[in-house]
C-alpha cells in the first residue's frame, strides 16, 4: 500500500529554519507530482509548494515564496520543503501528498482545485513557530 510519511516538524522560534521531509514507499515520485500544504488551527487547508517530478518544475504560495524551497530525491523517494524565516503565520500541520503530474499540473499550480487532484496523504507533521 502506498504510504507517504512526513517528518522534522518541531518547536521553532521566528526567524530560524526547518527542513520537513516526505518520504514515499511501495512508491516512486518518478511521473508524479508532490505537493506540501499545511493546514493552521482554525484555518482550512492551503497548498504551499509542489513540485513535478516528470521535470522538476516547482511552485510555491504567495506566502512562502522566497522562504520556502521544495526539492526532491527521486532515487530515495523522498521529497523536502527547507523553511526558512520561519514566522508565527507558519504554524500548521504539515502534509505532502502525490498525484499523477499530468493530472496534477493540469490545473492551476496550488490553486482550488490542485489538492483534489492528490491521491495520496500523509499524516502530517506538525510545525509550531513562536514569536
Known amino acids: 500500500e502506498v504510504q507517504l510519511v512526513e517528518s522534522g516538524g518541531v518547536l521553532v522560534q521566528a526567524g530560524g529554519s526547518l527542513r520537513l521531509s516526505c518520504a514515499a514507499s511501495?512508491?516512486?515520485?518518478?511521473?508524479?507530482?508532490i505537493g506540501w500544504f499545511r493546514q493552521a488551527p482554525g484555518k482550512e487547508r492551503e497548498g504551499v509548494s509542489c513540485?513535478?517530478?516528470?521535470?522538476?518544475?516547482?511552485y510555491y504560495a504567495d506566502s512562502v515564496k522566497g522562504r520556502f524551497t521544495i526539492s526532491s530525491d527521486n532515487a530515495k523517494n523522498t521529497v523536502y520543503l527547507q523553511m526558512n524565516s520561519l514566522k508565527p503565520e507558519d504554524t500548521a500541520v504539515y502534509y505532502c501528498?502525490?498525484?499523477?503530474?499530468?493530472?496534477?499540473?493540469?490545473?492551476?499550480?496550488?490553486?482550488?482545485?490542485?489538492?483534489?487532484?492528490?491521491?495520496?496523504w500523509g499524516k502530517g507533521t506538525l510545525v509550531t513557530v513562536s514569536s
Open positions: 501528498a502525490a498525484g499523477i503530474a499530468a493530472q496534477a499540473m493540469a490545473v492551476s499550480p496550488l490553486g482550488g482545485d490542485f489538492e483534489y487532484t492528490m491521491d495520496y
Open positions: 511501495e512508491f516512486t515520485f518518478d511521473d508524479y507530482a
Open positions: 513540485i513535478s517530478s516528470s521535470d522538476g518544475s516547482t
